[in-house]
């Protein structure tokens, strides 16, 4: 068999390390039941969890910790002002401007200031604009603000799902934020939800499945390749044992991200190309940008091992 640590072979292909992963995860079933697995059966799902990032902050120690440490006051401060400036604007601007209005003073470039966001982008002259322009964008998904590095480049309407209705941010934005809202149970059925990957992974190792439905409306799509840094201090960017809105905090805490978006040639589905092989040469394409892995996993895979993932944490507390 091929090293528990060897990177995922293409969708096209059927390695032994994608098998063995398949079997760890038929196991698990749907996660909520608690399983025990043989020491084996845990190592060859491996490659999986390296796709995701289960701490906060990075080990082992080192002097990056030192400066965080040192930082953390400030960085409360700045944590403090941020969320105060966003509230803010999303309580004024909104009742002040309307949403075309909004976009052509690129009100959401203000959000990306406010956060810390910089965005460089990699052969921007892919990236039509006016009546050339395509009709749908898609990504990766490495963080809770891929939406605001998108927003600096374009005005967009971003895919959220509904439990953002519920939060204090969004419903002051109304129906002026920018975003489609997708059934939260629509999370849990594969393909079917209308988002470009399956979830949030590291961004280092491999890609989700893209889900189809955006591939199946016969647009032309522009994929973006993001890759984002975790900010000069040992914190990483996002964190499966925690919760969105921690994620949002930390991201806040930290001084500033960068994120580097790597436009790539737009696309359309050839003639009688099925959704699901175009949503798949897309995440191909995407993949090979980044130097990475197009794995042959969905995100109902990714909770799954998550729920396993984090039971066991807790017991080895």
Partial sequence: MESPIAPF????????????????????????????????????????????QFERIKRPLSVGHLFLLL??????????IRGICCFLVALIVPRVFSEEQMNRLHVARLFVWLTGTRVRLVDDHLFEKGENRAEIIVSNHIS?????????ITPAYILGYDFYKNMLFFKLLGDKA?????????RQQGNSAGRDTGGLTNGRKGLLQYHKFLFSLDKTVQPLAIQASDGPFPVNINDETSTFMANVLWYLFVPWHTYTVQVLPRTKAEQGEDPLIFAQRVMKMTADALEQQASPFMYRDKIAFTRYKNRQLKKNK
């Avoid at 909520?32 to 043989?38: G, N, P, R, T």
């Avoid at 920018?178 to 629509?186: E, M």
Wanted: aromatic fraction near 10%; charged fraction near 20%.
């Fill in 9 to 52: 072979l293409d969708l096209e292909s059927q390695s032994s390390t994608v098998h063995g992963v398949r079997r760890g995860l038929d196991l698990l079933g749907d996660g909520k039941e608690h399983v025990i697995l043989d020491p084996s059966t845990a190592k060859q799902l491996l490659p999986f969890e390296s796709m995701f």
């Fill in 71 to 80: 930082y953390t006051p400030f960085g409360l401060v700045l944590l403090l």
């Fill in 178 to 186: 920018g975003l489609v809202y997708v059934p939260y149970a629509s």
């Fill in 144 to 152: 809770e603000f891929d939406a605001v590095a998108m927003l600096s």
